[in-house]
């Protein structure tokens, strides 16, 4: 086997991991967010103010999340471009 096509296969299989570990952190933060809403909705002892920070904050992870995710993308694509 050439060692350019077991590169490859290496490559498509941590690609895989990746995108596999990053889908499941993706589904848990998105229930975690979920069930943060629904506290702050319910949460009439909160102030407005802690309300919205925690709101920015949660948009801030995804933002950064997504980032992340479009990093690992394109340093998957310089290294496939390799091949």
Do not use: S
């Not at 299989?13 to 979920?34: C, H, L, R, S, Y």
């Not at 920015?56 to 950064?64: I, L, P, Q």
């Amino acid at each position: 086997m050439d060692q350019k096509q077991i590169f490859r296969q290496m490559v498509d299989f941590n690609k895989g991991a990746f995108n596999n570990a990053f889908n499941a952190m993706v589904m848990i933060q998105d229930q975690n967010e979920t069930l943060a809403n629904t506290m702050l909705n319910q949460a009439a002892w909160m102030p407005e103010e802690g309300k919205k920070a925690i709101r920015e904050w949660v948009d801030t992870f995804k933002k950064g999340r997504e980032e992340y995710k479009k990093t690992v993308d394109e340093a998957f694509k310089k290294v496939e471009a390799f091949l």
